[in-house]
T-cell receptor, first 117, second 112 residues
């Protein structure tokens, strides 16, 4: 009964490669997110997405692109990986409204630990 | 600008109360959150408080919100070794389209 799941859990790859991280939520939520957690544990939003809008944090390089095949999935594709991309990437989701009340609580996946060599 | 601040470390003895503090900048934030991250794990939502509340209690957890000072605290009563983790506070600033801004996290260490 996993709520927000991510694959793979660990990813080790060479500089310059292209990789994707997958995220799925079975909560029926409207909005999904990607966050990056660096080695100092600092968390920063990268993207938020629902079927109406994609919000991109302006500091995110355009090598990063979210792809959503459907409402339950938001994958993160990374081109030309760099050493500085090594981090833990968290997917999250939230439901916009429940019984007419705006909801904001985000639920996080377990994270994908990316190491670029 | 958006900035959420927390002290980096806190150590307490098992059975004592822990108080983790957080200051935020956006006075119009509607929700404020506390998340827990255990080693090697993802973020677990602990509790949240709506901005029109001063206090929220949930079992061993008590959240206090001082909107005037933009100060949020999380009190854990009867702290256990299993409470050792990093605790993040987060706010959703106005106009951020649901995106959360996190503090740097407080590493809580519970000593036996």
């Amino acid at each position: 009964d996993t709520a927000v799941s991510q694959t793979p859990k660990y990813l080790v790859t060479q500089m310059g490669n292209d990789k994707s991280i997958k995220c799925e939520q079975n909560l029926g939520h409207d909005t999904m997110y990607w966050y990056k957690q660096d080695s100092k544990k600092f968390l920063k939003i990268m993207f938020s997405y629902n079927n109406k809008e994609l919000i991109i944090n302006e500091t995110v390089p355009n090598r990063f692109s979210p792809k959503s095949p459907d409402k339950a999935h938001l994958n993160l594709h990374i081109n030309s990986l760099e050493l500085g991309d090594s981090a833990v990437y968290f997917c999250a989701s939230s439901q916009d409204q429940l019984a007419g009340v705006y909801q904001e609580t985000q639920y996080f996946g377990p994270g994908t630990r990316l190491l670029v060599l | 600008g958006e900035d959420v601040e927390q002290s980096l470390f806190l150590s307490v003895r098992e059975g004592d109360s822990s108080v983790i503090n957080c200051t935020y900048t956006d006075s119009s934030s509607t929700y404020l959150y506390w998340y827990k991250q255990e080693p090697g794990a993802g973020l677990q939502l602990l509790t949240y408080i709506f901005s029109n509340m001063d206090m929220k209690q949930d079992q061993r957890l008590t959240v206090l919100l001082n909107k005037k000072d933009k100060h949020l605290s999380l009190r854990i009563a009867d702290t256990q070794t299993g409470d050792s983790a990093i605790y993040f506070c987060a706010e959703r600033p106005t106009g951020s389209a649901r995106q959360l801004t996190f503090g740097s996290g407080t590493q809580l260490t519970v000593l036996p």
